[in-house]
């Protein structure tokens, strides 16, 4: 294609990464921290970059990871140059370079004809989510279950426990150790203690939490002998409106494809904003 260059990116080439991450965003949805220079450097700033520019624009991009297993990719085509044979040429590309290793590839804007190509190329989706937003003009009425009181947390033993209660019984869960979970939470500066919640039963016993991170619902879990009284939504709800009052207009969470969660946060007034997916091809 005449003016049409194919070449290497790099650290140089943040702002014109962040415009087409956010060129996609805008038609595909999918997650906004895309577009914020830490995820949109772990994702497409990897061992090995190739994109398209066009008049001194990036019309497409791709980035593998090497030196592990799987190899990871990510790719972007910018929504006024698709149908064009970009995105199948950045994922032979990626696939080139993973060579004999597995490959898998992470979409944060994920669309169908992302999927289709995938799927045809011998993909397999082993991870779906969607990204949901919730516009804090208008918040949710939920009525505090019977018995059930609600304190901001406090990082520590019985928040950990709390949450090893929650997922515990949930396939995949991968247990980490106290120090690992509570490490993280307390080493990310957008974590939100003060907004954060734990709800107890009356005899005071933890039966769930609620996780804030900046303007994110991050986590929520009820302990199995709790689900089911509406425990989940009255936290969600109370985190809402920690949100609304602290100034926030937005919130945001992901939610697996297919928990059924998704559809109690919609009740609760979030709207779906696209999907973020992961898909594995084996050299095996």
């Not at 038609?27 to 772990?42: M, S």
């Not at 974590?191 to 734990?198: C, E, G, K, Q």
């Not at 936290?235 to 059924?260: F, Q």
Request: proline share 5%.
């Amino acid at each position: 294609m005449d003016g049409l260059i194919w070449k290497e990116f790099g650290e140089e080439h943040l702002v014109e990464l962040t415009r087409l991450a956010e060129a996609c965003l805008a038609v595909d949805g999918g997650l906004p921290l895309f577009a914020r220079t830490p995820l949109l450097r772990a994702r497409l700033l990897q061992t090995r970059t190739l994109g398209a520019w066009h008049d001194g624009g990036l019309v497409a991009a791709v980035g593998v990871g090497l030196g592990g297993q799987p190899a990871t990719g990510t790719g972007l085509v910018h929504p006024d140059w698709r149908g064009r044979g970009f995105g199948g040429r950045l994922l032979s590309w990626a696939l080139e370079q993973a060579g004999e290793v597995d490959l898998m590839v992470t979409t944060e804007s994920w669309s169908p004809g992302a999927d289709a190509l995938f799927t045809e190329r011998g993909f397999e989706r082993t991870f779906m989510e969607w990204v949901q937003r919730h516009d804090l003009c208008s918040l949710p009425d939920v009525p505090r279950p019977d018995g059930v009181t609600t304190e901001p947390v406090t990082l520590g033993p019985e928040l950990f426990s709390t949450y090893r209660a929650s997922f515990a019984d949930r396939p995949g869960f991968g247990s980490p150790t106290a120090d690992e979970w509570l490490g993280e939470l307390g080493e990310d500066d957008e974590y939100r203690a003060d907004l954060s919640l734990i709800a107890r039963g009356p005899d005071g016993a933890a039966v769930g939490f609620v996780n804030v991170i900046d303007n994110w619902i991050d986590q929520v879990g009820v302990v199995p002998g709790w689900r089911g009284r509406r425990v989940g939504a009255y936290l969600v709800a109370g985190a809402l409106r920690g949100l609304a009052a602290d100034g926030a207009r937005e919130a945001w969470l992901c939610v697996n494809d297919n928990n059924p969660a998704a559809e109690l946060y919609r009740r609760l007034g979030f709207q779906d904003f696209g999907r973020r997916a992961r898909y594995l091809r084996r050299r095996s």
